[in-house]
């Protein structure tokens, strides 16, 4: 083998190291980067579950008055803070669901989750809110949070009573007022007709 061949074959040896050296560089460095903004996007589902101001109000409901669904509920800024934070924990069940959150992530959350969900007005609004839903034909606003409450939280006999619609036979209190159901049905109303409209 000649001097001239030999110096290229260790040159191009060189550079095949180099560059699977840089490439196991940049592929741990990229695994670290992945790793950080991991850590963000859990971190700021955390401050924003645990620090917005309307959360902190709705999670003490939930905390320490086991009556807060009544017939004052509808309408009012209760209502609309129990809304936002039940919606955004639907989001983390929905994330838990689409394994987007690992299952040592989402034990982060779950402290929050699980004490809404054996709260006893939280499992009568949803109750409500589920089978209202289901008799018009649509899936219920919390449906994934419901559907971990009854697979992850209530005991089988529980989940069997939740899922009965009557409310005798349930146990649970239908408080929905007539005029929160007419203005739904007059909401579903109006959009089906700018629908037929387009």
């Not at 061949?5 to 670290?32: N, P, R």
């Not at 004490?115 to 008799?135: D, E, G, K, M, P």
């Not at 146990?171 to 409209?197: H, M, P, Q, S, W």
Request: glycine fraction near 2%.
């Amino acid at each position: 083998m000649e001097t001239s061949d030999l110096i290229e074959m260790l040159s191009l040896i060189f550079t095949v190291v180099i560059a699977i050296v840089g490439g196991i560089f940049a592929y741990v460095q990229w695994q670290k980067a992945k790793k950080v903004r991991r850590a963000e996007f859990i971190e700021d589902i955390i401050t924003n579950l645990r620090t917005k101001p309307s959360f902190v109000r709705a999670m003490n409901i939930f905390d320490y008055r086991t009556d807060w669904y009544n017939e004052d509920f509808h309408q009012s800024e209760l209502e609309h803070d129990v809304d936002a934070f039940l919606s955004y924990l639907t989001y983390i069940c929905y994330l838990r669901k689409m394994a987007i959150l690992t299952p040592s992530e989402f034990k982060l959350l779950s402290y929050e989750i699980d004490r809404v969900c054996t709260n006893t007005s939280t499992r009568t609004y949803l109750w409500n809110i589920y089978h209202f839903a289901h008799s018009v034909g649509t899936l219920c606003s919390f449906e994934v949070l419901v559907k971990y409450m009854l697979e992850n939280v209530m005991t089988q006999e529980e989940a069997n009573e939740f899922k009965m619609h009557s409310e005798e036979e349930s146990g649970y209190k239908d408080i929905l007022l007539i005029e929160t159901r007419y203005k739904f049905y007059e909401t579903v109303a109006y959009l089906t007709a700018n629908r037929a409209k387009k």
